[in-house]
């Protein structure tokens, strides 16, 4: 008796149709990339100019410290993260003339004219143990407390929010509310509380 033998499968076109299918998921998928924090960095000074001193009142810093424990200071009391925005505006606004808070000038801005502006700044201090995720948490909250401060000057300017302004708009309203934001080099800032 002759053996019979089974019929082999032409695998010639599985070849095709994998390299096909593996163009398609290439051509479909899209990688996330991760981003940073974007700042727009000061510009390097030129040889001509000379980098002044500039004596800053300290009712006009508020110090935000974040410990290796994750835990935030602001004008070194003990804060949630989510009360840091409020602490913010109060401390740019200053509503009530505390002298204790900033200082206030008036600087004549072209296109707006004499607009009254806080001498705040903010420094932002961390720890080296500092997680990045709550590194991130207290520069949104701080960003935060500016574009709410932006969207206020503007509905009072132009009767519109910040990010509904032309491009224009938008400069006058970033010079007359400053993001005045110092941040130093990580170190050792904890605090034992």
Same mark, same amino acid.
């Given at each position: 008796? #002759?053996?019979?033998?089974? @019929? ?7 070849? !095709? ?10 051509? *479909?998928?899209?990688? !996330? ?13 030129? /040889? ?25 200071? #602001? &004008?070194?009391? @003990?804060? =949630? *993260? ?37 001498? &705040? ?5 961390? !720890? ?6 709550? %590194?991130?948490? *207290? ?8 574009? /709410?401060?932006?969207? =206020?000057?503007?509905?009072?300017? %132009?009767?519109?929010? %910040? ?7 938008? !400069?006058? *309203?970033?010079? #007359? ?17």
């Amino acid at each position: 008796m #002759a053996s019979k033998k089974t @019929p082999e499968i032409n695998g010639s076109s599985m070849a !095709d149709i994998s390299f096909i299918a593996l163009i398609f998921f290439l051509m *479909v998928t899209t990688m !996330d990339k991760e981003e940073g924090i974007s700042r727009r960095l000061p510009a390097l000074p030129t /040889e001509e100019q000379k980098a002044e001193d500039q004596k800053v009142n300290r009712r006009n810093i508020i110090e935000v410290k974040i410990n290796s424990n994750d835990r935030l200071f #602001a &004008g070194n009391q @003990p804060m =949630d *993260v989510r009360l840091l925005k409020d602490k913010i505006k109060e401390f740019l606004t200053n509503p009530n003339d505390d002298p204790n808070l900033p200082e206030k000038k008036v600087e004549e801005i072209e296109g707006l004219g004499p607009v009254t502006m806080s001498k &705040g700044v903010i420094s932002l201090q961390n !720890d080296r143990g500092t997680t990045y995720s709550k %590194y991130i948490e *207290v520069q949104n909250e701080i960003i935060r407390a500016v574009n /709410e401060l932006r969207d =206020d000057f503007s509905m009072k300017t %132009y009767g519109k929010k %910040y990010a509904k302004l032309d491009s224009d708009k938008q !400069d006058l *309203v970033r010079k #007359a509310v400053p993001q005045s934001v110092s941040e130093a080099e990580p170190k050792d800032v904890k605090k034992k509380k």
